[in-house]
């Protein structure tokens, strides 16, 4: 079976920074790219970005580049997002994916993590 | 960047059909999934490739895909179908390539 296990929930305060993960297992983890989503409160799912773990190949949505940073250690099949000084904009639900490519003009997320909370305030 | 339109909300009684409309430019040339996310809970997949079925989803789940809109079907409507659908395709020609529709809020009467 298919899993996307995430970190559990994080409150930090602004200025701070931080890690969170996605471990995946069930699958061959180099084969499968993995996507970040967030969901801000009552709002809906935007994507971040997509790394390959195969060799940490990663594409930035132009809202996120330069604020996150996605990166992977494919020898514990995990997949990272990161920030180095946290907003309190950046309150929200992030949600880690996988990518099936099989057609590559039309990939899709096949699996998705539960979710990770991270609450942003002083 | 590619916009996808869906309506805030959809009202259906149990046991009648919902359909949820997602529009976008000539989205009749790309390829369609559709997502379902209940209250508190992670997106699923319930459709992907415009009219396929993950295993697991019921077969009360269609989509199609024409034009200026596809669109996502629910047939004998469940109060368990009570959740937010999202639509989301694949812009070749965008720095921002995965997109998703601004979702609906299907709500059982």
């Known amino acids: 079976e298919v899993q996307l296990v995430q970190s559990g929930a994080e409150v930090n305060k602004p200025g701070e920074s931080l890690r969170i993960s996605c471990k995946g297992s069930?699958?061959?983890?180099?084969?499968?790219?993995i996507t970040w989503v967030r969901q801000m409160p009552g709002k809906g799912l935007e994507w971040m970005g997509t790394i390959d773990p195969s060799d940490s190949y990663t594409n930035y949505s132009p809202s996120f580049e330069g604020h996150v940073t996605i990166s992977a250690d494919k020898s514990i099949s995990t997949v990272y997002l990161q920030w180095s000084s946290l907003k309190a904009s950046d309150t929200a639900m992030y949600y880690c994916a996988r990518l099936d490519r099989v057609m590559i003009t039309s990939p899709f997320f096949d699996h998705w993590g539960q979710g990770t909370l991270v609450t942003v305030s002083s | 960047s590619y916009v996808l339109t869906q309506p805030l909300s959809v009202s259906v009684a149990p046991g009648k059909t919902a359909s949820i409309t997602c529009g976008g430019n000539n989205i009749g040339s790309k390829s369609v999934h559709w997502y379902r996310q209940k209250p508190g809970q992670a997106p699923v997949l319930v459709i992907y490739y415009d009219t396929d079925r993950p295993s697991g989803i019921p077969d009360r789940f269609s989509g199609s895909n024409s034009g200026n809109t596809a669109t996502l079907t629910i047939s004998r409507v469940e109060a368990g179908d009570e959740a937010d659908y999202y639509c989301?395709?694949?812009?070749?020609?965008?720095?921002?390539?995965?997109?998703f529709g601004t979702g609906t809020k299907v709500t059982v009467l």
């Open positions: 989301q395709v694949w812009d070749s020609s965008s720095d921002h390539p995965y997109v």
């Open positions: 069930g699958h061959s983890f180099i084969n499968y790219w």
